[in-house]
Each structure stands twice: as structure tokens, then as C-alpha cells.
């Protein structure tokens, strides 16, 4: 029988995050009333430069509303990171089969290092947070950081190695 299943997950936003979209925008302002002073006299070539440096900051201050997707599709996790609600990318993509431990993550959880990728698809604070860790053949040890719900578990659990199955998601 076919598994497919898919969660869409939210990043919270920071303070970091807020002030980025504030500057963005305290910026994009600053930069408008100077090219209208300097170019007072061609207003219409002032004007059409405004437009262009508000749709910029419209696009650049977008890029800070992220979410990811989890999908579990036969054995396989994908996750896909999406900016915007428009361009969607895909960031990791790793067999179920091959995962080696699955631990509980909390805000003080060291990450591992040596990894040759490492994943935060989750915000950093996230209550339900678990650090998965996979040897990809040729890639080497991924990690990732993801806050399934409790069908993405069971479309992982239902593929995992039995002597990690028992354990998984505690």
C-alpha cells in the first residue's frame, strides 16, 4: 500500500526577523525621499524610481515569511523549503530506511558536528521538535531538525529499521 503523507510547517518569527522587516522598510522610506529631493525636477523618472525600490523592499521583506513542507511519499522524507507562499525549494530529500537515530530536540540540543548537511525545517523553539539523523551512501551523515505531527511519524515509523521503530518519537 502507498504512503503519502505531507505537513506544512511555519517558521516563527524572531525579533531578529521583525527588526529585519522594519529596516527593510525604515530604509526603502529614507531612500525614496532622497531620490525625490535629488530628483525633484524629473518627477516622472523619480516617481517610476520609487515604484521599482518599493516593489524591491515588497520582495526582499517577503523572503522572511518562511514555512517548510514534510513529505513522506514510500519510504522517502522530503522537505521542502518555501518562501513566501511562491517559490518553493527542495532542501533535503533522505530514505527513511537509512535513518540511524531519531532523539527529542529541545532549545538546548547541540547539533552534532562533522555532518556533511544539517537541516533547520522547524523555528528553533518548536515544542514537538525531533533531531533526525541519516548516512546517506555517498553523502555522508545529514541531520535534521523538524517538528512532525503524528501522521508524518507514522508514515516515518511505518518505514524505519524495526530495532529504531521501537524507540522512535518518545
Known amino acids: 500500500m502507498d504512503t503519502f503523507f505531507e505537513q506544512i510547517v511555519s517558521v516563527k518569527k524572531t525579533v531578529k526577523d521583525y527588526f529585519a522587516f522594519v529596516g527593510i522598510w525604515f530604509l526603502a522610506g529614507i531612500l525614496s525621499l532622497i531620490i525625490l529631493v535629488a530628483m525633484g525636477k ?3 523618472l523619480a516617481v517610476t524610481l520609487i515604484i521599482f525600490l518599493i516593489y524591491g523592499a515588497l520582495k526582499i521583506s517577503q523572503m522572511l515569511f518562511i514555512e517548510y513542507e514534510y513529505i513522506v511519499t514510500n519510504g522517502t522524507l522530503d522537505i521542502d523549503k518555501i518562501i513566501a507562499k511562491s517559490s518553493r525549494k527542495r532542501v533535503m530529500s533522505l530514505s527513511i530506511e537509512n535513518i540511524s537515530s531519531i532523539e527529542k530536540f529541545h532549545k538546548g540540543t547541540k547539533i552534532p558536528e562533522g555532518a556533511y548537511k544539517k ?9 514537538d521538535a525531533f533531531m533526525v539523523t541519516a548516512s546517506m551512501e555517498g553523502k555522508g551523515r545529514q541531520i535534521l531538525v523538524f517538528a512532525p505531527d503524528d501522521r508524518i511519524k507514522e508514515g516515518i515509523v511505518k518505514s524505519l529499521p524495526k530495532y529504531i521503530a521501537n524507540s522512535a518519537f518518545k
Open 42 to 44: 524629473y518627477l516622472p
Open 119 to 127: 537541516v533547520m525545517a522547524c523555528s528553533f523553539d518548536a515544542q
